[in-house]
């Protein structure tokens, strides 16, 4: 069985966090006002946030969502494939 887990890295946690620079401008009324973005944005007009998980753009994010799901398969029987990088088999499958 293969699956395609081309979003799996949203949400990974990140070992080390990333910052964005974001114009307030870029952010809708709503969502300015839901996080009271005004009373920290900075005199040329920015919003510094701290980015704790995986998102798009990241290039580490396909890394470190790679590294965990191999962790969480190890947990049940499956180890990486010496002959095929990035394919998980079962333990049992291998005679291990």
Do not use: C
């Not at 510094?48 to 029987?77: C, D, S, T």
């Amino acid at each position: 069985m293969t699956l395609d887990i081309k979003n799996f890295y949203l949400n990974t946690p990140l070992t080390k966090y990333e910052y964005l620079r974001l114009r307030l401008d870029n952010f809708p009324e709503d969502v300015i006002a839901q996080y009271n973005l005004k009373d920290i944005v900075t005199n040329d007009g920015y919003v510094y946030i701290e980015v704790r998980k995986g998102m798009y753009g990241l290039p580490q994010a396909g890394l470190l969502a790679q590294e965990l799901l191999q962790k969480r398969l190890e947990n049940h029987g499956y180890k990486l494939s010496k002959h095929t990088p990035g394919v998980s088999t079962a333990s049992h499958e291998l005679g291990v």
